[in-house]
């Protein structure tokens, strides 16, 4: 307990002086607005990263070469994190300690959770775009562009049972993750209230790379359809397996999925497969086909929900700066709740609790390519 209460001590003085710091640099400089956040640049979740850090890059370019927000400069300062608590609290101290007004991350769930309480402590704007645990926003401070864990595992779980008419679900996830165990949850909740079975519920732990078990039960059990909650890296083997396997069942999944047919060894071993998205690159709105031209100008890659959610975050700063007509915290948190964002992940506007009001769209995989399920 001692040990507990030395190492929280140490984290609340570290940002403290953080917090100090940030403030003397947006005083003394006044024409540059430092956005901090950090995401997985590295390690098995790089993709997701690397796709916020782009499209965060590609929304504060346009807006600078457009004159910045009532003058001010964006500034960018995103570190890697790679989607762990401990780098996660270290990337929170480094950009604080570098003057960041607000912070656009983190980028998975379990790297939010690390650095929820400290955001709060110094009462600092933060805007997650794809951590969807349920947590992530139960502080006024902090926002987010993605959907909950809980609004796409009922999302799902009613498409499959009352618009795909499966009755026998199986689902594997990992127990260990807090976004797919989330997500998951409230699938199997959801899916028994509407009144599917669950005829099997398999697991299995981060970094695990042998789902033949797992599916074995599965393939057994007389599922309709399977469904995946997790990382594209995951989903990725466990396809690769089940395909192995001569399991040909309907793929489910959530938007952990996006990335997932550049790992696949044929990509058209996903073909029919299903997942929920906030963004699609071949929607023909005009606000996502000039995001998406500017992306592929910009990196020479289509952009995924992921970058998506990182550009649409960095226009939300800008919105709430200029509602605000300040860069104060307090100010800025106090107009979230009054701004309305036409992004390309969707019109929204946000909840006292953080959420975005925006409506889901569903991607399938149609000849080795993510299509917009209209």
């Known amino acids: 307990m001692k040990l507990k209460k030395l190492l929280s001590l140490t984290l609340i003085a570290s940002t403290v002086v953080a917090g100090t710091v940030g403030c003397a640099k947006k005083d ?121 864990d809980p609004l796409q595992g009922v999302t799902m779980a009613d498409y499959a049972v009352e618009t795909l008419g499966y009755k026998n679900l199986a689902v594997l996830y990992n127990v260990a993750d807090n976004y797919s165990k989330g997500v998951a949850t409230a699938f199997i909740e959801e899916a028994k209230a509407k009144g599917a079975t669950i005829v099997a519920e398999e697991s299995f732990v981060t970094d695990d790379v042998d789902f033949n078990t797992q599916l074995t039960t599965i393939k057994a059990a007389g599922a309709d359809a399977l469904f995946l909650p997790v990382y594209y890296q995951d989903a990725a083997y466990i396809i690769n397996q089940a395909n192995q396997q001569g399991i040909t069942l309907p793929l489910l999944g959530s938007d952990g999925w996006d990335g997932v047919l550049g790992q696949l060894e044929d990509a058209s071993l996903a073909n029919g497969g299903i997942f929920l998205s906030p963004f699609a690159a071949n929607d023909p709105a005009e606000n996502v086909q000039k995001f998406v031209k500017a992306y592929q100008e910009e990196f020479d890659a289509v952009p995924d929900q992921f970058a998506a959610d990182g550009y649409d975050g960095v226009y939300i700063i800008k919105a709430a700066i200029e509602k605000a007509g300040s860069t104060d915290s307090a100010k800025l948190i106090a107009a979230m709740t009054e701004i309305e964002v036409d992004g390309v992940t969707g019109k929204m506007t946000f909840t006292p609790e953080g959420e975005p009001n925006k409506s889901a769209k569903l991607i399938e995989i149609v000849n080795g390519e993510y299509q917009l399920k209209q």
């Open 28 to 148: 003394a400089g006044g024409d540059v607005f430092m956005i901090g956040g950090s995401g997985p640049l590295t390690g098995s979740a790089a993709s997701y990263g690397i796709s916020v850090k782009q499209g965060a890059e590609l929304a504060i370019k346009e807006i600078n070469d457009a004159g910045g927000v009532n003058g001010i400069k964006l500034e960018l300062n995103f570190l890697d994190d790679e989607a762990k608590a401990q780098p996660a609290i270290a990337a929170y101290n480094k950009v604080m300690d570098e003057g960041a007004d607000a912070i656009l991350g983190t980028v998975t769930s379990d790297s939010m959770l690390a650095i929820t309480e400290l955001t709060n402590e110094d009462g600092i704007l933060q805007i997650t775009p794809s951590a969807s645990v349920q947590e992530a926003t139960k502080y006024e401070n902090a926002f987010r562009v993605c959907f909950t």
